[in-house]
């Protein structure tokens, strides 16, 4: 069977390859998820992602996602404040694995401290949109243990 992750990207991630390039890269979130289905792709794995600003409709899709075998979230600037997102993912009970472009721990005092990361199994930053990459490959490995 092929196995089902689910990608979450919070608030602002709709805006790359225009938000802050310097910080975030030139890459368009559709072209991210573009490479990352096809990396997908060649390890059997089927890839559904969803983007919200809204904190509520990310929970919602939380609350949804125990038909998929795993999921990586982006929960972006509500990373750092949302005990809500962090009870759904709590209440989840799938492999989740939270990826962050930056390297929150160069930047602001704020963005040091994941309200989120404690709800979930591994966490990257810093790798830029190959962190969704490791991400899908410390997955698959996982799923197929
Ligand atoms: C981010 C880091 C957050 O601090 C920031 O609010 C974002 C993006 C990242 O991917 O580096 O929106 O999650």
Excluded: W
Aim: hydrophobic share 40%.
């Amino acid at each position: 069977m092929t196995a089902r992750i689910l990608i979450i990207n919070g608030p602002n991630l709709n805006l790359l390859g225009k938000r802050e390039p310097e910080i975030y890269g030139s890459d368009t979130l559709k072209s991210i998820i573009t490479d990352c289905k096809q990396h997908a792709l060649s390890l059997n794995l089927d890839i559904e992602h969803f983007q919200s600003n809204d904190e509520g409709e990310l929970i919602t899709k939380i609350q949804n996602a125990h038909t998929f075998q795993a999921i990586i979230i982006n929960p972006a600037a509500y990373t750092h404040y949302s005990v809500a997102i962090r009870d759904a993912l709590a209440s989840l009970n799938i492999p989740k694995v939270e990826v962050h472009l930056s390297n929150v721990h160069k930047r602001e005092a704020f963005r040091h401290q994941s309200m989120t990361a404690g709800a979930c199994d591994a966490q990257l930053c810093g790798f830029g949109k190959k962190g969704y990459f490791l991400a899908i490959t410390y997955l698959y490995e996982l799923l197929s243990e």
